[in-house]
Structures are given as C-alpha cells and as structure tokens.
C-alpha cells in the first residue's frame, strides 16, 4: 500500500482552503490547551502514585500540643511519652521534629554529595522514629543509643554535630549516590556547618512539604537521630495494633489532657490523628483537581474529534462530484480512504506545530505569574502525536463515506 503523493493533496486543499483552515485552527487551540492540561495532571497525580511508606491502620499522629511556658522541658516530653506508651495497643511512641502530613514543626536539610550533587530534603527526627513509623529498613541499620543527639530549639536553631549519621529513603539516596554506594557516604551541609554520614536507607517516606511534591522530590526525606528536648510545640509519632487504633486515640486524647492539662496553652486541644485521615485530607485539593484536569481533556479530546469529524463530512460533501469523477476514473474505495486520511494528516500536522508553540509558550507564561513548573518538551511531539492520531479517527468515517460515493455521482453532476 503507497502513500497518495503529496502534490495533488496540497493542491486540493488550496482549492477548498477554508475547511483545513477551520480544522487546523481547531487542533492549534486543542494542542496548546491539551498539552498543558495533561502535564498539570500528571503532576497532580504523580504523588498519589508514591507509597509512602508507612504501614497502613497504624499509625496516629499527636500535635498542637502547645506549651504554656513557651518550651517543653525534657521532663514532660518523656512523660508524655511514657503515658502514651502505657496504653493498650500501643507498640511503639517516639516524640518527633517532624510528622509525615504534619507542617507545625519540620525543617529543611540542604546538603551535597561528594560528586557536588545537592538537593533539599525533609528532616524528621526522633528517637525512635523510624520504628513508630513503620518504614521499612533496606539497606544497612538503624540508629545506636549512642548517637542521639539533644535537640533544643530553645537556642534559637538546630544545631546538628558533625559527622552525625542520618537514614535517607531509597529516592534520595539514589538521587545523592546514582551508583548504589550510599552507605558510608558523606553529605556536606550546604552552609559548611558540618556533614552527615549515611547509615541506612529505608524503602519509602514522603515529604511533610505539600508544597515540594510535584518537582519529582516527593520522597526526598532522611531521619536525623536527634533526641527532642525543648521544643515550643510537641509532637509523637505513636504506632497502635490495627485492631485497637481507635480505642488507643480515645485514649490518648485522655492521657494527653490529663498529663499536659496544666501545662498546655488554653484554647488550643490536642489533636490525635489517623495518618489515613490527614493523607486524604491533605490530598483532598490534589484530587479534585484530577477530577477538573481529567474533564478537561475529555471534553476537549471529544469536541476536537466531533469537530474534525464534522467538518470533515461537510467537506466530503462538498466534493461529491470529484469523489464520483475519481471513482469513474478507476479510483478504488481504498485509495479514496488514503487520499483523505492523508488529506487530514496534513491539515492536523498544520494545526499542530503553530498549537505546539502555543503550549510552549502558554506554559511559559504561567511559569512567570503562578510558579508553575516547566513543560518538559518531550510532551510536545507526544501530544503532536496523540492529536494526529485523534485527527485521523476522527476523519476515519468520513473519509469510508467518501469511498461509498458511487462513480454515477460524476454524471448526475454534469
């Protein structure tokens, strides 16, 4: 099977130029807006596609825990660290710098591998954090008793001595050490405040940044083994048997309030959180978003395809007496079906390189005003590409309707 040559289809289209203007027009507007749309929402989902490590029907997060003096004292942290782990079904307490889905306290570690890579990432610490999460250990150990460090932002700061080891997830460390040698590797602190020396590596942890998961660096997370000792607002990480969460954050809010009663600024309660229920919650605009995105590109791939398709037919119908005087010439169904795919194929090509710079420079701009990420442009030829093959189903019937135009059309015609 040939292709039609080229010639005789650019010269029918200059005969009929209006009809593959209004379709190239269409599929312009189509491509600059389809493009766009399909990376807003392949950024939106791109998070809800991570696992994120922690061990479903488990975990409860405590925070809002507010000090009335201002800062927690090491005494009170461990208290409530003890009453919480004397409840039934509780397995595992660990007060925490850092909460997944939580923002009230958290920090941002910005550090550099010895092949200069850097990039920023989600602190979590506590002592024995890791195990209250849940988060699965893949390469090398946890944390020794011995290297905890106090943590006191009573000072003002975090002050992280040199040389103390930190667990990163496996996107990091893939990120720091595309090598596969993270273990034993030294990441030097951006400010030249010190370095950090890699001990293990667990499989999955997202960051607590909502805002920094849509860049590709939604696992970018490592645990520091900092021991909490004064913080304004104290936070735990409590794991629960599955069977009995319910009855433990009952239980905990009782506990809490009974522990921290007097302490604890007025007016603020407590809060003890499913981490199921702060994911859906803090997902909940991502979602939504899908939802708009999604109907977006439906309904603009849909009224696209009816609009080539109509236009197409009215085309087709125009041309009636060439079909007939081609077909009594000795045309065969097949190559009036080419002819007008191959017809389409040029037009939509038409509309889609001037809707690729359109999409470019769409996205441009709204990197400009609202911060949006750039488009990458592998996107460009794979949304010229989708929009080409939409073109042609589109014209598909039309053109089978221009190949049943019997040759008897041409004489009725004259």
């Avoid at 506590?126 to 390469?139: H, I, S």
């Avoid at 990091?172 to 030249?192: C, E, I, N, S």
Wanted: hydrophobic share 50%; glycine share 10%; charged share 20%.
């Amino acid at each position: 099977m040939s292709l039609p040559p080229l010639r005789p289809i650019l010269a029918a289209l200059r005969r009929h130029a209006l009809m593959p203007a209004l379709v190239a027009l269409q599929i312009c507007i189509a491509c600059a807006i389809l493009l766009n749309a399909a990376f807003e929402l392949q950024r939106q989902v791109a998070p809800l596609l991570v696992d994120d490590g922690i061990p479903p029907g488990r975990l409860l997060l405590v925070d809002q825990l507010v000090s009335r003096e201002g800062m927690w004292r090491p005494a009170q942290i461990r208290a409530g660290a003890d009453a919480l782990r004397a409840l039934p079904g509780v397995e595992a307490v660990a007060p925490a710098l850092g909460l997944p889905m939580k923002q009230s306290m958290s920090f941002v570690l910005r550090t550099r591998s010895p092949s200069g890579v850097v990039a920023s990432a989600s602190g979590f610490v506590g002592e024995g954090l890791r195990e209250a999460l849940g988060l699965e250990l893949v390469q090398g150990r946890d944390f020794a008793p011995a290297e905890h460090f106090d943590l006191d932002l009573s000072t003002g700061g975090i002050d992280i001595p040199p040389g103390t080891p930190v667990i990163l997830t496996e996107a990091l460390a893939r990120h720091y050490f595309p090598d596969g040698d993270a273990l034993g590797g030294r990441l030097g602190q951006t400010d030249d405040s010190g370095y950090l020396v890699v001990v293990g590596v667990v499989r999955h942890l997202l960051r607590y940044q909502l805002d920094a998961l849509d860049s590709g660096q939604a696992e970018f997370s490592m645990l520091l083994p900092g021991r909490i000792v004064s913080v304004p607002v104290l936070t735990y990480a409590v794991r629960a048997d599955p069977a009995q969460r319910g009855q433990v954050r009952t239980a905990a809010l009782a506990a809490l309030s009974r522990e921290f009663g007097a302490s604890r600024m007025s007016g603020i309660d407590p809060s003890v959180d499913a981490y199921e229920t702060l994911r859906a919650a803090a997902f909940r605009p991502r979602r939504a978003a899908l939802w708009l995105l999604g109907t977006v590109i439906a309904v603009m791939s849909v009224v696209t395809a009816v609009g080539i398709a109509g236009l197409s037919a009215y085309w087709v119908e125009q041309r009636r007496r060439t079909i007939g005087i081609r077909r009594a010439l000795g045309a065969r169904r097949g190559d009036i079906v080419r002819h007008f795919l191959a017809e389409n194929a040029v037009v939509v090509g038409a509309g889609v390189l001037p809707g690729m710079i359109a999409a470019y420079a769409i996205n441009q701009w709204l990197m400009r005003e609202y911060e949006i990420a750039r488009l990458p442009l592998a996107y460009l030829p794979l949304g010229a590409l989708a929009l080409w093959l939409l073109g042609l189903c589109a014209a598909y019937g039309p053109a089978r309707r221009a190949a049943a135009v019997a040759p008897a059309v041409a004489a009725r015609g004259a």
